[in-house]
């Protein structure tokens, strides 16, 4: 064929199946979401319709890619989990990135007018986002890894009600705010905001203070049950990466799966609590579909 | 910090900066699209609407990263071109390929209503494209590179057309038409396209014949001069990666490439020509301005 | 410095640090040792003063990289395992294989006289290794690796065992002894020691069933004790992972390994028992020094 | 077969094979060697029988592997060159390293005793390597790399030669001789040398001015011929990665390599004129052999 004296670029493509068994965390930031923010008067400190339409891209990537088992977001970040028995496109990290980030910029697109009717996008300050992919070998550093995100939610949180409480409500310049919360603890800005202005930190919306969490709703468990208190058994990995097998029962377990709903919660995940009565994320086998909605 | 205690999950991040001095050609492709154009109705074997769409995006991926010196479509697919020196985002490969990803997609979206004013998007089959990137360390393996897509471009599209012209104007089965065409070589479907249907392939629309080819614009050199014959120095790495220096020069380049228009044009790029009379693409350094546009 | 003009070049190398936390396993190979052993009159099936070295060799790697925590070998391959706590030339792939492939050799070369007295080395045919890492991340999969290798030098054995046994006392041909054992099993293969040469498979020395585990030695646990039962906790990479910490702790720890005694054994790794008793392979954490050696 | 069950632990092994049409440098280093060259009585500034026991082992490297093209050594390191058309091992990283750190460090010690004879080797402090590979996209890159080690070595062979003649001639302390070269430029130290030690720096051996560089000896090219100003073209990658016919060929190349002697030269690698006189080295076609050794 014609074709073949150029052929041979494609031997520059380089592999890149990320490491089986592990878990895969696909993080997005938003590309320039500051001065975004800026151009469509995102309101400070918490933009709920933005948050919203995070969260609504980010319900539509789980729908497609029924790999994931659940996702978290937390200002313009999201971050999506593939279990470490993931087939999807024999892992390549490339693929699972790109797919996950050009899904979610689709929908955040797509779904922009729902969530700011009054304020239409411009075509040279579109929002993007980037990504990347880490792997967490195992459960207890994925748990880490979900509990890192949370705390700094809660630390970003707390400071910027705080800062733009004293800025909005306290008449303060931010320079001066700025200079005034430097170097105080949680204690000291929960002081600022109950003293000077009435407002119990406790009482903010969870949504703020705890982000979002995206899964497949399933029957929650008995925390006290066995299976709950089980730890998920990551280690049977044979099974998992025998793939003739799991293609046609990956295909059964995806259509179950499709059949769930997809929820966001704005719930603790940092405690044990929140992964022993919802085993099927960290164990990736489907639980029971709710007997009525 | 109350956070350090999960902080150590960051070092699980791997660094990804592809090599120095090589060329990174970041290609997308559509996911699915011969089931998403089915579903919106693109035409066979070229839908006009849907390439000019690729074209409109592409070209504000190309504003948007003035570091691209180049690109090419054809169909659902896209390649974007760095130069060796690039040093954006220190040439971290998931943040290059992301963000073209991303952007693209976001124009794509954000355009579709334009280029296809009756067929309102479904959110249940939006768009999207996964990406990667491919590095050619030399400028010939580049061009090569440029060559192997356009070819591509030949073939696929002088079989696509004898194949939709035997089925739309010949009655045929796609099976019939299909079997046919097995084994056929380029000057077997040229005779078929004229004896049966009159039609000349070379006359032909070029954006179906040659692919897209998106690039800034400045004064063309004539094809003889020292300046359009001289091979590009790729081999001048040291100054290209001495930062410092270049942060503040690249700065003042990128604001140069801004003011040249980004074209969109349909021709060959396998032949020396394009490059010679465009040296600007190869050597990285901006071209004249045309005086007037 | 006259050198900062050519000092760009460093900017070359690449990162290449094993994800942390994930068991790694570095497998060395002889280069060409089929052609090797000929050369220098290796014993068919097993030379026991050719496996005798490579455990010799082995041993001085254990003792040289005490953040090795165990090894395997048979043949001419041999298996090294750091610790998911690695933090061993900051978990740099190259460094840590190629350490181990030059150490091994030079023991290797050096000892040679010693285990091949009537035999010396010829400049033209030196033996050398080449080898590689692999990461596992959960303790099943090390265990399945270490298992993998165990099965393998049995299948590997019991075939020899029975070619060369119908070769040299048998006298039959390569080729028909290759032919009849074509497609047998297990049992076909002891059938055919034990009926036609009195040999019972099972009073074959232990090193060449089993091959060879090289371990550091401390007193062994009760397979019933708890210390035993429990699982290696592979979870609390945080902990691990605070460097500072460990940099002291790490030295302390690694002069308390260095008092143990390396030891080479012949015994099953795949069940259970041998990691129960003793506990430290996993765990990482010195156990007991025997009070009497 | 019994092992299926552990056998898919080969899947977790990752690929490296090392970009195509790139130089790729694979340098060692002597690990330890500060403290092994007090244990062995190394001469300083420069121990003559050290240097030549590495360019003894780097010469029984090249004949080894044919792939390699040149390899420059100073001190305790050495750097091998491959062709960017070189297929070893199909370029894999990990083989490449590892067969070179092994090769090099069996023959370092199988010489030692020709080159110490009087210093036998002690098992508890074996000299051994540790290795990287690094790509190098462009001839010129390539040279720039060569060009910064021998620059390395001139600046530390006169720091050397100067301190330790002021030590061992001049009866100074390490100390003094320290503070006393701080901030010193090139000329300094050269007017130290000479009008306190009546030493011409430019009289000392080559082998310690300018390194050892190694190489395959055909005729010497008439530094003016067409031959010799051509710059080597590394750009026809298509033919070099069409493997099925290069793999005859490089079986024949590889022969007529082999016919080649290697030697060691203490030469200037810096200008063109090395290069340009043994075109052969960038262009990877063998020259004339010599009509008379």
Known sequence: MANSKYEYVKQFEQPDALLPNAW?????????????????????????????LMNA????????????????????????VFHPTCQLFERRCGKLVTTIVSTFTAHYIF???????DTPLEPSSLPSFDGRAVLYPTTANLRDYMSWRQ????????????FWTMVQKGGMTNTDAERELKGTVSSDK?????????????????????????????????????EATNE?????????????????QQEKI????????????????????????????????????????
């Open 24 to 52: 895969i965390v696909v993080r997005i930031d938003g590309r320039g979401f500051h001065k975004l923010s800026d151009k469509y008067g995102f309101r400070k400190p918490n933009d709920r319709r933005a948050l919203d």
């Open 111 to 117: 779904k922009w007018p729902t969530f700011f009717p």
């Open 190 to 226: 929960n002081e600022i905001l109950f003293t000077r202005f009435g407002i119990n930190y406790n009482n903010e919306p969870e949504i703020y203070k705890k982000g979002s969490v995206v899964y497949r709703q399933y029957e929650l468990e008995d925390p006290n049950s066995a």
């Open 151 to 162: 705390v700094d939610c809660h630390i970003n949180n707390l400071y910027n009600t705080t």
């Open 254 to 293: 995806r259509k179950l799966r499709r059949k769930a709903r997809v929820v966001v919660d704005h719930v603790d995940i940092i405690k044990d609590d929140f992964w022993q009565r919802r085993p099927w994320i960290l164990s990736n086998k489907p639980g029971k579909l709710p007997t009525e909605e």
């Open 57 to 80: 891209a980010a319900v539509e990537v789980m729908k497609d890619l029924t790999d994931l088992v659940i996702a978290y977001g937390v200002s313009d970040e999201y971050s999506f």
């Open 232 to 248: 998920p058994k990551q280690e049977d990995a044979s099974s998992a990466l025998q793939k003739d097998i799991s293609k046609t």
